[in-house]
């Protein structure tokens, strides 16, 4: 039985997750996919000072970029101001973000991934039961990441690079220049080792828990 642990962005209430369910990998399938988070899920809220500072540590990562000629997406201010004024909670629609920085979903989708492999945010699918019964998609849910250099940063680009690197992933055309920039063997080997650690920390912290509330 895999050990128990939960999702390293946002855990649902009382679930217990296995490390292949946190990097959304089946056992017997090697093709990453991320987590969907359906029923009663934990929200990362985020004040509205907070939101301020992460923007302008954003801001600040674009600042490097440019003074070190890198190239990023053209319209990441934009797309990074609007998803700071989302809200507490972060989940708007690729088309409203578009909308709102004057931009195709396109350029939104290489913003969110530059952020992402930079440890600034992570996100993950949502869905909602409808009317008829059946489970359908809803809007992604992002974290916004204050501590772009901290632990659940570096977890963030690693899933970054994994669902990056997933079987079959091909680019689809109309994409931002400035895309995204390829993370080493090294850098990803630093960050699954991480990634190992934390889940362990975390496990620990679970079970305990869990042996709390069922102690008899």
């Known amino acids: 039985m895999p050990s128990p642990v939960p999702n390293p962005n946002q855990p649902r209430r009382g679930t217990m997750q296995s490390l292949g ?25 985020l004040p509205f000072p907070a939101r301020m500072q992460w923007l302008a540590k954003v801001q600040s990562l674009i600042a490097e970029s440019s003074a070190k000629r890198e190239s990023y997406p053209h319209k990441l201010a934009a797309v990074a101001r609007v998803m700071a004024y989302a809200g507490d909670v972060c989940r708007p629609g690729i088309d409203t973000i578009a909308a709102k920085a004057g931009c195709v979903p396109n350029t939104v989708k290489a913003c969110i991934a530059w952020l992402e492999e930079r440890g600034a945010l992570t996100w993950q699918h949502t869905a909602r039961k409808h009317g008829n019964g059946r489970m359908v998609r809803s809007s992604n849910l992002y974290t916004l990441i204050l501590n772009f250099r901290g632990v659940v940063a570096t977890v963030a680009r690693a ?26 063997y090294t850098e990803r080997l630093d960050a699954q080792t991480r990634l190992a650690e934390l889940a362990k920390q975390r496990q620990t912290v679970l079970l305990g828990v869990w042996n709390e509330r069922h102690a008899t």
Not at 21 to 45: Q, S
């Open 21 to 45: 369910a946190v990097l959304g990998c089946d056992g017997d399938d090697d093709a990453p996919k991320r987590v969907t988070l359906t029923g009663n899920y934990d929200e990362p809220r």
């Open 159 to 184: 899933l970054r690079a994994i669902w990056r690197d997933r079987t079959g992933v091909s680019s689809k055309g109309n994409q931002c220049p400035g895309m995204t920039n390829q993370v080493s």
